[in-house]
């Protein structure tokens, strides 16, 4: 959302919108970029931004599993998984 609104802010900003550092903003960035997101950057706007529209389509699956489990992939105490738009997505 905050890309496709444009106001993303300068890439610090939006890395601290997210809660990334600088350097992990550019690597998740690159990720969608290899997913073909034509994502560049408007130095006078300060911002973000998609060049053209585009269709992103992810497919996930999700599997129950029992307590003892959960402690072997526990991602640590502070796995928050944020997409780049800045919502927080919720495991629960």
Request: proline share 3%; charged share 30%; aromatic share 12%.
């Amino acid at each position: 959302m905050l890309i496709s609104s444009k106001k993303t802010g300068t890439p610090l900003v939006f890395a601290r919108k997210l809660s990334l550092s600088r350097s992990q903003l550019y690597n998740e960035l690159e990720v969608i970029k290899e997913l073909d997101a034509p994502v560049k950057y408007c130095k006078k706007r300060e911002s973000f931004y998609y060049e053209s529209s585009f269709e992103l389509i992810l497919n996930f699956s999700l599997k129950t599993i029992k307590d003892d489990e959960s402690k072997e992939i526990f991602g640590g105490t502070y796995f928050r998984p944020i997409l780049l738009d800045g919502t927080l997505i919720s495991l629960l």
